[in-house]
């Protein structure tokens, strides 16, 4: 009976350290919600202040556009008043007219730059960053939750199985340096003695299928992979793996290292062809942002600091790591 009541309390105490952990969980999203709400508070008024001193820059030339052609109207309303005045003047209607020519040709030069810049001038405007709300799209909740139970005992090794990844062509060695699950439960293993990116079946434990590679990179909401294929180009997959679509250029030579910068963007590393090229989520090229007379000989690896906006780029002909700061 003693040890029935021991257990009911035993039973009470955990309820309410249960509702005491609920309390503090809910505290933490409440406050984590609010930190979020700042910080997206805070880009905002960053854009409407980017939108306010865009605005006076194009106010400020729009204004003094006008007033170079006040002021050119005046002068030639000025200049009109004296061609009458001199009647019968030869010398002073002389020089008014060449005052009067000077001045149209001015106009002139006035109203062509007024039109080109009718043509150029796009109106003010705002685009909405869409990887940000694809992110929040996509999320399931703010964070993680967590049930904790202790586990008493160690661990023990339930089974065993070998995975033979080698293929026909393979060279012998000790390939596999990194592995991942993909979403399908597929097993992604990296064979840098073969430069390949293999996946295996967990059905039939063989490798499924495979692409040339050394690295790869996921999206911000890591529902597209990327891989440099030295061969191919920048080879875009989903989430699960399936191959979506390959990006070549002659810009790109033997592509290496990739990363994104977390905006939808992916940086890929030409070994051969000495630069970082810029492409966006859907295999377009956006264009070469470093190149080799920016220091860059035979680059390797490039990562990108989302922070501070800087690109990291190492490089196999030497010890030194390249900063580039972008904007």
Known sequence: MTSMKSMSKSKDEKLEALKGAKHEAIEKVEL?????KSMIGRAAEDSKSEIVTTYQE???DILQDKHNVDTVDDELQQLEGKLKRSEGNRAQRFVCSKQADKKLKEAERL???????????VPLSFTPNQSVMNYVKGL??????????????????????DIDIRMTGDIEGYPSVGCCLTKDNKLIVTDYNNKKLK???????SVEDYCKSRHITFNENGDKMFVGDGN??????????????TSSDNDLKNADGVCVDGYGNVFVVGCNSHNVVQYNEDGKKIGVIVQQQDGLNWPGSVCFHQELNILFVTMASSNVVKMYELE
């Open 58 to 60: 194009l106010e400020n």
């Open 199 to 205: 996946r295996i079946n967990l059905d039939t434990m």
């Open 32 to 36: 984590y919600e609010k930190a979020l």
């Open 232 to 245: 191919k180009g920048l080879v875009c997959f989903d989430g699960a793996g399936n191959y979506l679509s």
């Open 140 to 161: 399931h909740g703010i964070g993680q939750v967590k049930v904790s139970r202790k586990k008493v005992d160690m661990y023990r090794i339930k089974g065993h199985r």
């Open 111 to 121: 109203k062509v730059n007024q039109d080109k810049r009718s043509n150029e001038d």
